[in-house]
């Protein structure tokens, strides 16, 4: 979660098509490395307890990762300003291969956690430097789509994380869960050193070292209680308690220290809006059944049901599919009515019911069955998922957005970190309880046997049959212990305003990878040159017809164009321009213009000097005219983006200066030599 900092220059890289494409393959490449390590050691985790023991501590594996994450997201997105974002990418990709490659040595249960906590500081810092190089590297009329992929990479590895982790444990070994990182993570740093552009600019930020370490201090202590609570110590213990109070300590301090800070990670400002408060809340609630669930429905699969590892991940997919079902369907909806209110309250309400029914499963229950309850809770998260980063994006201001955007996937992270802990102790916790008298009735002496899947079901059905159940009862108790906090959602999400749409806002509500938003570093000043591209598309067809209008000027639409085309870069940007230029950047043969632009020099607005189109008088009195009527529309735009006390003229001022960084953005793109970039100062 960043804020704005300096203003950066104007200065940008500009890329071919081909070079384009090949930065965004690498940057997607180690975005898919880091989101599929969210979820692939789901379907490994019973194999993994099985070799290493301490299965009191299997959520950790998850949660480390989380929580490392959550932190390395704030700090890599603060250094690539410092920086530059590709020697913090190539970083970020050197540390996840180092995490991985240990994880993979891994001899007991504490050095694969540890090991998975530095997999997620490097999976948290590719991700958040991800984000912002697409917003370094893409222009802006192709952005939305580029940023939409990245978003569906973590739908992706929602849906194949689970299945790979499955087939690796049961066709090699689980630690090829994480070997295969390996060779693949070389692959995207002999790539980014090839293909990522140094770009030279640098913003001057502002570090939150102190919120970072009170945020990460209360996490991990409560954390730690929720899931030492009942099985390392007593809930009573001096530790636990001293735990829970040093976490709400720590929270407490980080809260004042929000307020003082020049750039806070979390700003307290933004939980002015109901909107936002209630949302973080619910993105909170959110990851933590979904993650909790994809933890341990591979587990309730292999140990009570008797499936293999991929099998279990093949069995996880129809959550993934009714998640992605509702979200499209929700999304819809929104970017066409308004509405988003109704969808968190009946997220909320079925996530509730598909957790009960999991909580009903039992050695008997039937795959079909099974199936349906795993569609069940699908369908509720993906109505509650994708709508709360809309309607947060919905309604913060440009200088708020990605910082508002950030916040709710780091509750939902962190909500994700707090479920894997709070079912792990669950599960812990009940096993403790049901598993002695189990293995007693089965007259099995080595415990072991019982840690592994697949030795357990390979005994006799008298043995086998008592220590099943015990496994089932035992989950069963996890997810119904959870329903009460789905049941909490539900009451919350009866309170979320409903706020009308900005307009630009619905053309991202159509999609389902809204809801797989990704932590977002860039600047105000970049938000802000994304929301102009937004309000064009939604509202280009009309826009300089209206502009034109309000000018006051005599021309018509076609010759405006032609005289704007060709004399904005001369008067904003001190650059002239040829009409080759000109037909390169919309796409057509070269000499297509000729007798379109012959037409305007005959009237008077542009002379010829070679292949450069030059405004005269009239023609620069022409421009300014229609350029400071264009961009008062769309300033006019904007001020829906902007909170009740904005200054008019920073709005004006900030919105002009986007408007030079996309000018010069173009320009460069129109100039650009074919198979070669050049850096447009």
Not at 490 to 503: G, N, W
Not at 574 to 591: K, L
């Amino acid at each position: 979660m960043t804020t704005a900092a300096t203003a950066p220059s104007t200065a940008r890289t500009s890329l071919s098509l081909s070079q384009r494409n090949w930065v965004f393959a690498t940057i997607l490449i180690g975005m898919l490395l880091a989101a599929l390590d969210q979820t692939i050691v789901s379907t490994a985790l019973p194999t993994i307890v099985g070799d290493l023991g301490g299965a009191g501590h299997m959520s950790w594996i998850v949660t480390s990762y989380m929580l490392a994450e959550t932190v390395s997201v704030v700090l890599a997105g603060k250094f690539g300003d410092l920086w530059g974002r590709k020697k913090v990418f190539i970083v970020a990709v050197v540390v996840f291969i180092v995490g991985s490659f240990f994880c993979g040595l891994a001899q007991n249960m504490v050095m694969l956690i540890a090991f998975r906590a530095i997999q997620g500081i490097g999976g948290g810092a590719i991700t958040v430097t991800a984000t912002a190089l697409i917003a370094d590297v893409i222009p802006l009329r192709d952005r939305g789509k580029y940023q939409g992929a990245l978003g569906a990479v973590f739908g992706v590895t929602t849906v194949i994380g689970p299945l790979m982790g499955g087939l690796f444990t049961d066709h090699l070994s689980w630690r090829w869960a994480f070997y295969v990182n390996v060779p693949i993570a070389i692959i995207v740093v002999a790539m980014a050193l090839r293909t990522i552009p140094g770009i030279s600019e640098r913003i001057k930020a502002k570090i939150d070292y102190a919120g970072i370490v009170f945020v990460a201090l209360g996490a991990v202590g409560l954390t730690l209680a929720l899931s030492w609570g009942g099985s390392q110590y007593a809930w009573g213990s001096a530790t636990i308690i001293s735990l829970f109070v040093g976490s709400i300590v720590a929270f407490v301090i980080f809260v004042f220290v929000e307020l003082r800070a020049a750039e806070p990670i979390l700003p307290m400002h933004l939980f002015r809006s109901g909107v936002f408060a209630i949302s973080s809340v619910l993105s909170f609630i959110v990851g933590f059944a979904m993650l909790g669930a994809m933890t341990f429905l591979p587990t309730f699969l292999q140990y009570v049901q008797g499936t293999t590892a991929t099998d279990s991940g093949l069995r996880t997919l129809p959550m993934v599919v009714g998640l992605l079902i509702t979200a499209v369907v929700s999304g819809g909806v929104v970017g066409r009515t308004g509405k988003y209110k109704v969808f968190p309250i009946a997220g909320s309400a079925i996530i509730a019911v598909g957790l009960y029914l999991l909580s009903r499963m039992d050695e008997n229950t039937s795959i079909l069955v099974t199936s349906i309850y795993i569609f069940i809770l699908g369908l509720g998260i993906g109505l509650i998922m994708q709508v709360l980063v809309l309607v947060v994006q919905n309604t913060a201001s440009y200088e708020d957005l990605g910082t508002a955007t950030s916040a709710i996937t780091f509750f939902r992270t962190l909500g994700m970190s707090f479920g894997a802990a709070v079912m792990g102790t669950l599960y812990s916790n009940q096993l403790k309880s049901n598993l002695p008298g189990a293995l007693m009735q089965a007259r099995v002496a080595d415990p072991t046997i019982a840690a592994t899947p697949a030795k357990l079901h390979a005994l006799p059905e008298t043995q086998r049959l008592p220590i099943v159940h015990a496994y089932a009862e035992t989950l069963q108790h996890v997810f119904l212990w959870v329903v009460p906090v789905a049941i909490l959602a539900f009451v919350i999400a009866l309170f979320l305003p409903q706020r009308p749409m900005r307009e630009a806002a619905r053309e991202s509500a159509t999609g389902a990878t809204e809801g797989f938003a990704v932590p977002d570093s860039t600047t105000s000043q970049t938000t802000l040159e994304t929301i102009i591209g937004r309000i064009l598309r939604t509202r280009g067809k009309t826009a300089f017809r209206d502009a034109l209008a309000a000018s006051g000027s005599h021309l018509d639409v076609p010759t405006a164009w032609g005289v704007l085309r060709a004399g904005m870069p001369a008067r904003y940007l001190d650059r002239r321009i040829t009409q080759t230029a000109i037909e390169n950047g919309i796409g057509i043969p070269p000499g297509v213009l000729t007798s379109f632009y012959n037409g305007i020099v005959n009237d008077g607005y542009l002379v010829r000097d070679g292949d450069y189109l030059v405004p005269t008088a009239a023609g620069e009195q022409q421009v300014a005219a229609i350029a400071g009527a264009w961009r008062d529309w769309i300033v006019s735009q904007v001020h829906e983006w902007l909170p009740t006390d904005a200054d008019d003229e920073k709005v004006t001022a900030d919105v002009t200066a986007a408007l030079n960084r996309i000018g010069q953005r173009a320009l460069a793109e129109t100039e650009l030599p074919a198979g070669r970039h050049a850096l447009q100062q």
